[in-house]
């Protein structure tokens, strides 16, 4: 029963009463025991507490991946408080958006932008003179409240359905076992970055924080802790190839058992290359919204025999519909749309925007299609497919075509307006590439791609094209592209 599960924020401390010098978290060198940790956060929940924060209380976590990150979110469900995680690359205007939607008792990292919600700053101290004793045990009545709407404009929060009274069993159908080493490369404001946090504190992980990715030391830190278990993202892989690639025997990666990717569609030859260099019985995908209400796996066996699909529906309800509402039969393309099983718990909770929903199935915008065995492909997300002569054209499919180039380092395609003919939109390609020209580019498109599909220009940049969350905000990508070209063209 779910009631006779202890609050996360207990579980940690009962792993620390049992190996109380147990690393728990290192970053950039430093390492706290889970003694350290239990302790520092006794001590800082009391500081939360007397600034106001009490349970059910929203607070609001605007830091990098950091063991101060770790400990803000721990003190907070020490409190029966609600985690909310921020991106500190948010700007101003998007942090207030986001702020508005729900009131909240504290801000941790950042000022708020109008000066009305308490805060205290990155690497806070709380007072050395409060008690580090443990705290009465309080439930906070939502795990965690996501952010999202950044590349819309439509800001949301999406509540955790249950309570912090998180199983160690979430982590058992993943893979991850007790004591593992978890290497966190994604940045933890993100969903797959917060709920492999999650598991790790329940299950006692050796937690291994980057700051910030960066492929020699995500390939230094494998090798010297031993990693046994991460989840991290496609662009974080093909980033990583090339490094490794060109002194494979300063790095040892067998100690990897499960390795999971998530967030965006992995490129063929970037997702075989892992397979290639880890076996598939390790590399496993995921997909699903951050909502929860369905989910798919694919192991890498599985991938072998079904090329490009992210799985079989392993929790939840998924469907494929056509603009009509009707189901599409295999192999055709439509919007994807899921749903938790009728008469189970709510997965999620929307504060702000919601999503497209028909007869409580919602809609993330992917499209895609089931095979007959049934196995999901995704195409793209329908806010970022254009048409090119009234056919339509998916990024994805040219930016998988691109990836499967050894120099290309991670690439983005959008559709800007034809100004040459009457084709509506034409592709656009900015890569992030080593010693490529566009000759080059179009000559490796050619036999891999339709004709229409390949790009009418390029452009080259020497900065990655995602964040370290695999995210792309291809709208306004883009807008600024176009707006260059009108310049160029006055």
Known sequence: MADQIPPISTQASLLAQQQPDAPAVTCEGRTLTRRELDLSTNRLSRAYAELGVRQGDYVTVVLPNSIEWVQAVVATWKLGAVPQPLSPQLPDAELAGLLALRPRALIVGRADPTGNIPSVPA???????????PLPEAVSPVLKAMASGGSTGRPKLIEAGGDSRFPAAVGYPLGAQEGDVN??????????????????LVQGHHLVLMPRFEPHE???????????????????????????????????????????????PCPPAVKQAWIDLLGPEVV???????????????????????????????AGEMKVLDDDGNECPPGVVGEIYMRPFPGSAPTYR???????????????????????????????????????GGRNVYPAEI??????????????????????????????????ADGLDEADVIAFLRDRVERYKL?????FTDVPLRDDAGKARRSAVRDEVIKRRAMQAG
């Not at 830190?221 to 990583?240: D, F, G, K, N, S």
């Not at 496993?284 to 890498?300: R, V």
Request: charged share 20%.
């Open 455 to 459: 790009p009418r220009s390029i452009e």
């Open 183 to 200: 290497l966190f490369s994604v940045p933890l404001s993100h969903n797959t970055g917060f709920t492999t946090l999650a598991i790790g």
């Open 350 to 388: 929307y504060i702000g925007a919601t999503a497209k929903s028909r007869d409580g199935w919602d809609s993330l915008g992917d499209l895609g299609y089931f095979d007959e065995d049934g196995f999901l492909y995704l195409n793209d997300r329908r806010v970022d497919m254009f048409t090119v």
């Open 399 to 432: 930016e998988s075509a691109l990836s499967a180039h050894p120099k290309v380092l991670s690439c983005l395609v959008v559709g800007v307006p034809d100004d040459t003919g009457d084709l509506g939109q034409v592709p656009h390609a900015i890569v992030q």
């Open 218 to 264: 995500f390939l230094r830190l494998v090798t010297e802790h031993r990693v046994t278990y991460l989840a991290t993202v496609p662009t974080i892989m093909q980033r990583l190839l090339p490094v490794y690639r060109a002194d494979p025997g300063a790095y040892e990666l067998s100690s990897i058992r499960r390795f999971w990717h998530v967030g965006a």
């Open 284 to 314: 496993w995908e995921l997909y699903g919204g951050t909502e929860l209400q369905a989910l798919t796996f694919i192991s890498g066996e599985q991938w072998l025999t079904h090329r490009g699909s992210v799985g079989v529906v392993v």
């Open 123 to 133: 690497a806070f101290e709380p007072n050395p003179a409060l008690s580090d004793a």
